[in-house]
């Protein structure tokens, strides 16, 4: 199992800027995919992006895309997602997760029955 770790998550403006951050321990985090979810009140929860163990192919939900950004540093065993031209509906609680496969699909995105660590949360508010 691996320990995750959220943090970044605040207040902040409509077409403002934040980044996530992922801390991950235990198990070798860097030898599998991670994705990021959020999931606001009276919602399901829903994938914002996943990134394979390289970093090397990255996906991001159709809602975020152009604006949201998933990296990893593995010497650090930290996930990041940069959040720009955040938007009121961006508002939710965000989790960082951890895949059991070291890849991610070519085309969409992973199933989230695949993620089977998972974060606390970090609460992201966008105000107008």
């Known amino acids: 199992q691996v320990r995750l770790v959220e943090s970044g998550g605040g207040l902040v403006q409509a077409g403002g800027s934040l980044r996530l951050s992922c801390a991950a321990s235990?198990?070798?985090?860097?030898?599998?995919?991670s994705g990021w979810f959020r999931q606001a009140p009276g919602k399901e929860r829903e994938i914002v992006a996943a990134?394979?163990?390289?970093?090397?192919?990255?996906y991001c939900a159709d809602s975020v895309k152009d604006r949201f950004t998933v990296s990893r540093d593995n010497a650090k065993n930290t996930l990041y997602l940069q959040m720009d031209s955040l938007k009121i509906e961006d508002t939710a609680m965000y989790y960082c997760?951890?895949?059991?496969?070291?890849?991610?699909?070519?085309?969409?995105?992973?199933?989230?029955?695949?993620?089977?660590?998972w974060g606390q949360g970090t609460q992201v508010i966008v105000s107008s």
């Open positions: 990134i394979d163990m390289t970093g090397g192919r990255t």
């Open positions: 235990g198990r070798t985090f860097s030898s599998y995919a």
């Open positions: 997760a951890s895949n059991r496969y070291r890849n991610i699909p070519t085309i969409g995105p992973p199933p989230r029955s695949f993620f089977e660590s």
